[in-house]
């Protein structure tokens, strides 16, 4: 069994308390019924279009075209709704991707956490060089703008299991020189070529 | 990211080696990198014992467990740009001629 080390038990930890809890657009129940439909199992409490979107999230990102987010509008999905859902995939894949690394069995869906959502509302969000509303252009940082608790979610995991997004020094995007547990940025950032060649992102 | 690190710390790093597997790419442990990315990735049960093993070796644990980490946090990036919409900007196109990867017609 390989040694876990406890920044990354912690981080998961983390992360599922927030995928059980209420959202902004989604029950904490309903959120994890869009985690199991990531993963791949029949789920009655979404509506198919809700499962189905999720799933092709999960398997088939690079298939996924704006004519489809569009029939999913059509649906009645909002903007807020979608990138949260698509947050929570993507933190899903995330988290059970790193699961399956380091040969431990995927994780069961825990108990929801009750409440209702949260609205946020985002001034300022505008469609810039992407699908869906952003506050500023379209890039990494900002896809999430409809969805901040999500948005935080994915630094969450970015600091911990690759580099924060934001710095100059120790285990920051800004830092080229930086070794983490014995992994040079090189080799880092091989890795992470790697994974986006392979599911065809070419960001 | 991968340029900019190689020419950060004076290494010569092929990038073809990214996606070609017969390349060397000039980064230290890239096929045991290359093997536990794509078996984790692609969940491939079989191979994977296997690639870790041989990272392992090569690498030592905590840095196979941290390309493991890796690989899964670009597992949620690529979804969350693909998902959203966003592609390579005009300047970041040529680096598909660097790794001798045709873009998708999708991105025009």
């Known amino acids: 069994m390989l040694a876990v080390p406890a920044e990354i038990e912690e ?52 298939a996924l075209t704006l004519t489809w987010l569009d029939t999913l509008r059509a649906e009645g999905l909002t903007d807020a709704a979608y990138v949260e859902l698509v947050g929570l995939v993507a933190q ?12 431990r069995p995927r994780r069961a869906l825990p108990d ?4 209702d959502p949260s609205p946020v509302e985002i001034v300022g969000a505008t469609i810039e060089g992407g699908w869906v509303p952003t506050v500023g252009p379209a890039y990494p940082m900002s896809v999430l703008s409809l969805a901040p ?11 911990v299991l690759y580099l ?14 930086v070794v983490r547990d014995g992994l040079t940025r090189s080799q880092i950032e091989f890795v992470a070529a790697r994974t986006s060649l392979v599911n065809d992102c070419f960001y | 990211m991968l340029r900019a690190s190689a020419d ?26 290359t093997a536990l990315t794509d078996a984790t990735i692609l969940r491939d049960p079989d191979e994977l014992p296997v690639a870790r ?16 980490a890796v690989a899964a946090n670009f597992e949620m990036m690529n979804r969350l ?28």
């Open chain 2, 53 to 68: 093993a041989r990272a392992i070796a090569e690498l030592g644990e905590a840095a196979t467990i941290r390309t493991i």
């Open chain 1, 11 to 62: 981080l998961i930890e983390r992360r599922w308390d927030t995928v059980r809890s209420p959202g902004a657009s989604f029950t904490g129940a309903d959120r994890l019924a869009i985690a199991d439909a990531a993963r791949g199992e029949h789920v009655t409490t979404l509506t198919s279009a809700m499962s189905d979107a999720a799933r092709r999230i999960h398997d088939e990102p690079a």
């Open chain 1, 149 to 159: 608790a999500e948005h935080d979610a994915m630094v969450d995991i970015s600091e």
């Open chain 1, 112 to 115: 929801p956490i009750g409440g």
């Open chain 2, 81 to 108: 740009l693909d998902a959203t919409g966003v592609g390579p900007t005009t300047s970041m196109r040529p680096i598909g001629d660097l790794i001798d990867v045709a873009l998708p017609s999708r991105f025009g």
């Open chain 2, 8 to 33: 950060a710390n004076d290494e010569t790093v092929d990038m073809r080696g990214v996606g070609h597997v017969t390349v060397e790419s000039g980064v230290p442990g890239d096929a045991e990198l």
């Open chain 1, 92 to 103: 899903i894949r995330a988290l059970d991707t790193f699961e399956f690394g380091v040969g």
């Open chain 1, 164 to 177: 924060a997004p934001r710095g100059g020094d120790g285990f920051t995007m800004g830092n080229q020189h």
